[in-house]
């Protein structure tokens, strides 16, 4: 899997978008961008993943750059419920393989909301 | 939430007991896997299941076994629990999405063996 990179800490103000980056320059063609979060003494939560195409759900969108070489994760109005650390995620999986590989988490961006 | 629990959610117990810890699942999911999670180290992968009768070792296995008769049922048991084995415990499962996977968590065991 890809090796990722995102900032330690981030802080953002409550209304406003958090916009947290992550770096992936070795991604390879059928890898996708997975988001975590994890809200802390909670399990991790899954936000949105992506292949090449921009993402939008509920919870967030999910931009990659043309080349994939790079990611932001938006949310678009940041609530102090949004503090949490997040994890940027670079793996290969299809519907086809049926694999059961698992997510290495590491160390993430630490997004803290403030009021 | 995926229909995901995790027994018991806290435990304390001493160097050298067994201890068993049991995810539950409703949904019928095929995937199910065993993390760790310690500071500094993120998640871990300690085992992992792809059906009934079906496992795998992760990257951190020794000193943990698990098992799975039934589809609902992953069990992690710690044989003679350590000190180093203290850690907070997830559960998760994989469900097959429109594209890829996504992977969801049960609410953790916090483990302290003294």
């Known amino acids: 899997d890809a090796k990722t990179t995102q900032p330690p800490s981030m802080d953002c103000a409550e209304g406003r978008a958090a916009n947290l980056p992550c770096n992936h320059s070795?991604?390879?063609?059928?890898?996708?961008v997975y988001w975590y979060r994890q809200i802390h003494s909670q399990g991790p939560q899954y936000i949105i993943h992506?292949?090449?195409n921009n993402e939008t759900n509920e919870m967030a969108s999910l931009i990659i750059t043309e080349d994939r070489k790079s990611s932001t994760l938006i949310l678009p109005h940041a609530t102090l419920r949004d503090t949490a650390v997040y994890y940027c995620?670079?793996?290969?999986?299809?519907?086809?393989?049926?694999?059961?590989?698992?997510?290495?988490f590491g160390s993430g961006t630490q997004l803290t909301v403030l009021p | 939430d995926a229909g995901i629990t995790q027994s018991p959610r806290h435990k304390v117990t001493e160097t050298g007991t067994p201890v068993t810890l049991r995810c539950h699942q409703t949904?019928?999911?095929?995937?199910m896997y065993w993390y760790r999670q310690d500071p500094g180290h993120g998640l871990r992968l300690i085992h992992y299941?792809?059906?009934?009768?079906?496992?795998d070792k992760g990257e951190v296995s020794d000193g943990y076994s698990v098992s799975r008769s039934k589809t609902e049922d992953f069990l992690l048991t710690l044989e003679s629990a350590t000190s180093s084995q203290t850690s907070v415990y997830f559960c998760?499962?994989?469900?097959?999405?429109?594209?890829?996977?996504?992977?969801?968590f049960g609410p953790g065991t916090r483990l302290t063996v003294l």
């Open positions: 949904e019928n999911h095929r995937y």
């Open positions: 992506g292949l090449k």
């Open positions: 070795t991604i390879s063609g059928n890898e996708y």
């Open positions: 998760a499962i994989k469900e097959l999405a429109s594209e890829g996977y996504e992977q969801f």
């Open positions: 995620i670079v793996r290969a999986d299809t519907i086809s393989s049926g694999s059961a590989r698992q997510l290495t």
């Open positions: 299941s792809y059906g009934v009768k079906d496992t």
